[in-house]
């Protein structure tokens, strides 16, 4: 309240004469020296504007409370409304075949790997795998369908293949992913017990050829009489690291007995090299054929036209010469 709406007073005590104060309330003057008190008589009709002012502000807010309770209700039914029409189709599409409602909540069961299968070529540590997919396979989503394979290189036999189909909208896979086992790379042979029986009947039927080729001149002769020759062992080499040009080096070695025509016999040692031995998938070693190692000595033993036999009289002395030949590599069987 203005001083303006208030009646003209002294703000002088009329008992001592000191300064009065306004009370809190602006309702009365108080002197602070003795205490005398004057109550000031306010103007009643700016009391009742400001009353009517303040009933007119209030009444206004109530209105616009109003107002924006029913916009809230309004916009709600009609969230509400929209929201059932919405259901109502969706609602309506979950029955009709083929929508995009029905397929999304009841999609169809499939097996995406039927038709598909992986194959592996390739050396064991280094091998490929590669995603086959008939093409008789002719469900609805086969044009739409991803697959994804992992490893795809850099394979060694055992090692596992994981294959992952997403399937399309309207589908569902089961199984969503399926292991292949990685299998028929082509091996090394770094062993003599990765060969088997017809391997090495294959290796020793080949070395036998060659020791009868080597032999054939004198033991067709008059100078022998016969030719007898037994496998001794066989010396399987590997290439060290970043040495050699070939990774592995098969010696297969025979004792050979010549009886000669006066009935003496002599024995030698026969060495047939073979080199880059593998095994395929269909488990036949393939590798590079040599000849027979060795040297001539067919006039030291004897014999007068002996150019083309090879070999040592001694097996000492043959397995100290193979491993001579293959520095850089280790002997493992």
């Known amino acids: 309240m203005t001083q303006k ?29 003795c205490g005398h008190e004057i109550l000031i008589k306010k103007d009643e009709t700016a009391k009742k504007e400001y009353e009517r002012f303040m009933a007119r502000a209030r009444a206004e807010e109530d209105i616009k409370d109003l107002q924006r309770k029913r916009q809230r209700i309004r916009s709600f039914k009609g969230w509400l409304i929209g929201l059932c029409v919405i259901a109502g189709i ?60 992992t490893p795809e290189t850099g394979l060694s036999n055992g090692d596992i293949v994981t294959v992952k189909a997403k399937a399309p909208a309207g589908w569902r896979f089961e199984p969503s992913e399926k292991q292949f086992t990685v299998e028929g790379l082509t091996v090394w042979v770094v062993s003599s017990d990765q060969l088997s029986e017809e391997n090495l009947s294959a290796i020793h039927a080949n070395t036998e050829r060659l020791i009868r080729e080597d032999w054939n001149d004198i033991v067709s002769s008059e100078l022998a009489q016969d030719l007898t020759y037994t496998p001794y062992r066989m010396y399987l080499f590997i290439s060290d690291e970043n040495v050699g040009y070939e990774y592995n080096v098969l010696y297969d070695t025979y004792e050979v007995n010549v009886t000669r025509a006066d009935g003496s016999v002599f024995t030698g040692y026969e060495a047939c090299r073979y080199s880059d031995l593998k095994i395929p998938a269909d488990g036949v070693v393939t590798a590079n054929y040599g000849n027979l190692q060795g040297f001539n000595f067919g006039y030291t033993q004897g014999f007068s036209y002996a150019q083309s036999f090879s070999g040592w009289t001694d097996a000492a002395e043959m397995e100290a010469a193979l491993r001579h030949a293959r520095d850089g590599y280790h002997l493992v069987d």
């Open 5 to 33: 709406n208030m009646e003209t007073f002294s703000l002088v005590c009329p008992s001592c004469g000191g300064r009065m104060e306004l009370s809190a309330d602006n309702e009365k003057a108080i002197c602070p020296y």
């Open 90 to 149: 969706c609602l309506i599409n979950l029955f009709i075949p083929g929508s995009p409602m029905r397929e999304l909540v009841f999609p169809r069961t499939a097996d995406p790997f039927t038709g598909v299968s992986v194959t592996f070529s390739g050396m064991s540590g280094q091998g490929r795998a590669e995603l086959h997919i008939s093409k008789s396979n002719t469900a609805e989503y086969d044009n739409t369908v991803k697959y994804e394979m």
